[in-house]
């Protein structure tokens, strides 16, 4: 594949992260629709993310001088070209054959970061390798869930540290999958050649041997879930920052700042764990009001508009994620297709800014925002 993704090789008509959704529904097989496009139990969640965005209006003020205007943002020592950063997906080669390779050749070629799954179907090695040398890169990072094996979980991080990898994103909202129903419904299953390569090795946990009355989710499988003790472990055996994605709750997020966390993730898994949980839009005001500028916070889930972005750097939010649109992208055109999903989200973004007389992402406050729509308030 190249290492140079070019615009050209995206077919014609597709100008929005809906047409690339719609295309990419024509290139995946249900097998593979329902594992990147599904969200748990009824999906309330997955359709909130989105529409929590939708439902809070720019409110734009006219006649500021934009001259010099920039999309440039600090992040964990780093100056980002823009604040846009690709969430951790797993098992990517199900879209597209290069999978995480290409992934990582597209956000480098558009400065965007990376976060790369545990459950990459690439390993950890090959992606630093491919993108490491690249002036114009973002953040490389990795995303890290515990392992029942301690010392299996020491090795992946010391591997992550060693490829080059700047950070350590640890997943903690999802001790156990969340109900899938369309991935039930279509059979899901990984097909030959795809699977979790950064953990093989691993080894098998031992069978718990419940008794009358025991849970074999709680007493068995959830034996091993991580509890806040563990992430004093994490950051004694790595160099590396640790962030904690999956954080929804105000409470939460101050007990990560006091044990030192180096930033906050806030999301909902892109509603594929627990069902009805809260749009990340809607939590997102309240965590960074928690954290009060202590570490950076983030979010994911939903975005799907250069709009979008700017309405959560008003909300307080350091730098977004996005997920199932790179998704799609990769399914159209492989590294072009992802490449082709960022330029829009930064071209839309750009223009945006520019509509609400923002020159540069410091000018966004919850002032651009009318959050009493509905109401006659304004003067």
């Not at 920052?241 to 990560?256: F, M």
Request: overall charge negative.
């Amino acid at each position: 594949m190249s290492d140079t993704p070019t615009l050209q090789q995206i077919p014609h008509g597709i100008a929005t992260l809906a047409d690339h959704e719609a295309l990419a529904r024509q290139h995946l097989d249900d097998n593979a629709w329902a594992y990147f496009s599904g969200g748990a139990g009824d999906e309330i969640t997955l359709r909130a993310n989105r529409s929590a965005w939708d439902a809070l209006p720019l409110w734009p003020r006219v006649l500021q001088p934009l001259s010099g205007g920039h999309t440039r943002v600090d992040l964990l020592g780093r100056t980002l070209a823009h604040p846009i950063l690709l969430a951790p997906v797993a098992f990517q080669r199900l879209a597209h054959p290069d999978g995480e390779l290409a992934m990582a050749y597209a956000a480098a070629a558009l400065g965007a970061g990376i976060v790369l799954s545990t459950q990459a179907s690439v390993s950890l090695e090959a992606v630093a390798e491919a993108v490491k040398p690249d002036p114009g890169r973002g953040p490389l990072w990795f995303q890290l869930y515990l392992q029942h094996d301690r010392g299996f979980t020491q090795t992946l991080a010391q591997r992550a540290e060693s490829a080059g990898y700047e950070a350590l994103v640890l997943t903690v909202d999802a001790p156990t999958s969340g109900v899938r129903d369309r991935e039930r419904r279509a059979g899901f299953r990984l097909p030959p050649g795809i699977g979790p390569v950064n953990l093989v090795g691993l080894p098998t946990p031992p069978s718990p041997h419940l008794q009358p009355g025991q849970s074999a989710l709680f007493d068995g499988l959830l034996r091993h879930a991580p509890t806040w003790d563990d992430i004093a472990w994490l950051q004694s055996i790595t160099r590396l920052p640790v962030l904690l994605k999956g954080v929804l709750h105000p409470a939460d997020a101050r007990h990560a700042v006091s044990l030192g966390v180096a930033g906050l993730i806030i999301s909902n898994h892109g509603g594929r764990t627990l069902d009805t949980s809260p749009s990340t839009a809607s939590v997102l005001p309240r965590v960074a009001d928690a954290v009060a500028g202590a570490v950076p916070v983030l979010v994911d889930g939903g975005i799907r508009r250069g709009t979008d972005v700017l309405k959560a750097m008003a909300l307080g939010a350091s730098a977004v994620l996005v997920g199932r649109p790179v998704v799609w992208g990769l399914a159209n055109a492989g590294a072009a297709g992802v490449a082709h999903v960022l330029r829009l989200l930064r071209d839309e973004l750009e223009i945006a800014m520019a509509l609400t007389g923002c020159a540069t992402l410091a000018d966004a406050s919850p002032a651009l925002l009318d959050l009493d729509a509905g109401q006659d308030k304004r003067s």
